[in-house]
């Protein structure tokens, strides 16, 4: 399948701005051969995103530090009818996904159901790292169906959640975490041979933000660390792993 990559690059802090483009430093591994959109919001990572799309060809399109990543995801989709690939900035390729397929509406990878504390649980969600879009009409077409269900405000595609029993659930925003609460057969969880392909620098887009996120809720961030640092100096092997040390962490 022809995918047209859609790389999604921001970094809310300084020290973020080298884990923020990891995906650029990486593409040509896991996408050769091919010319990629970077859609760079705010201001901290415009001058590599400037001079790599420059150097290589591809496309740049700014946008205000003010827009919402969820909301973007939905108008990259809403704006196509071809399938696309939307990578997160902080992704590490260590092979070609290019050749990835799916019969689905989207394929991706997930993240368990985790307790945020005794009271707070986050409902299993999509992992965003790499989303192949595969039917972009189809897409569009359930979300207003689901919308059309349960009102227009969900269109917002914010963090939902819901009180049970003294304890609160939360999902995560987003129009594929609507999906894919909404009705899990609609896409493909990537099995070992596509998630094997890739990594990511989870937090790094936003590294002391997550980190003090993570602390306060009881998390050990030093186990972090190691692969935020390899990101940081292009140890690309060293980041490998790094999904894996943070499900862990939260289950």
Same mark, same amino acid.
């Given at each position: 399948?022809?995918?047209?990559? +859609?790389?999604?690059? #921001?970094?809310?802090?300084? *020290?973020?701005? @080298?884990?923020? $483009?990891?995906?650029?430093?990486?593409?040509? !591994?896991?996408?050769?051969?091919?010319?990629?959109?970077?859609?760079?919001?705010?201001?901290?990572?415009?001058?590599?995103?400037?001079?790599?799309?420059?150097?290589?060809?591809?496309?740049?399109?700014?946008?205000?530090?003010?827009?919402?990543?969820?909301?973007?995801?939905?108008?990259?989709?809403?704006?196509?009818?071809?399938?696309?690939?939307?990578?997160?900035?902080?992704?590490?390729?260590?092979?070609?996904?290019?050749?990835?397929?799916?019969?689905?509406?989207?394929?991706?990878?997930?993240?368990?159901?985790?307790?945020?504390?005794?009271?707070?649980?986050?409902? +299993?969600?999509?992992? #965003?790292?790499?989303?192949? *879009?595969?039917? @972009?009409?189809? $897409?569009?077409?359930?979300?207003?169906?689901? !919308?059309?269900?349960?009102?227009?405000?969900?269109?917002?595609?914010?963090?939902?959640?819901?009180?049970?029993?003294?304890?609160?659930?939360?999902?995560?925003?987003?129009?594929?975490?609507?999906?894919?609460?909404?009705?899990?057969?609609?896409?493909?969880?990537?099995?070992?041979?596509?998630?094997?392909?890739?990594?990511?620098?989870?937090?790094?887009?936003?590294?002391?933000?997550?980190?003090?996120?993570?602390?306060?809720?009881?998390?050990?961030?030093?186990?972090?660390?190691?692969?935020?640092?390899?990101?940081?100096?292009?140890?690309?092997?060293?980041?490998?792993?790094?999904?894996?040390?943070?499900?862990?962490?939260?289950?």
């Amino acid at each position: 399948m022809d995918w047209l990559p +859609q790389i999604v690059v #921001k970094a809310e802090d300084d *020290v973020s701005i @080298p884990t923020s $483009v990891a995906a650029l430093k990486t593409f040509s !591994t896991g996408f050769p051969d091919t010319k990629a959109t970077v859609h760079c919001i705010g201001m901290k990572s415009l001058p590599f995103c400037k001079e790599w799309t420059a150097e290589g060809g591809h496309k740049l399109i700014q946008y205000p530090p003010t827009v919402k990543t969820s909301q973007l995801h939905y108008e990259l989709v809403r704006r196509t009818r071809l399938p696309i690939a939307i990578i997160a900035g902080t992704t590490v390729f260590f092979d070609d996904v290019s050749e990835y397929s799916t019969t689905k509406l989207f394929g991706a990878d997930t993240i368990p159901s985790w307790d945020q504390t005794d009271r707070i649980t986050n409902i +299993q969600s999509i992992e #965003k790292t790499i989303i192949f *879009v595969a039917k @972009p009409l189809e $897409v569009i077409e359930k979300l207003e169906e689901i !919308t059309s269900d349960f009102g227009s405000a969900v269109g917002k595609w914010g963090s939902q959640a819901v009180m049970m029993c003294g304890k609160m659930y939360v999902q995560t925003s987003g129009i594929f975490n609507m999906l894919y609460n909404y009705d899990e057969s609609l896409f493909s969880k990537f099995n070992h041979k596509t998630s094997d392909k890739y990594d990511t620098v989870l937090g790094g887009n936003s590294i002391s933000t997550t980190m003090k996120k993570f602390e306060a809720i009881g998390r050990d961030t030093s186990k972090f660390m190691p692969f935020i640092n390899a990101a940081m100096n292009e140890d690309w092997k060293g980041v490998e792993g790094y999904r894996k040390v943070f499900m862990e962490s939260i289950s």
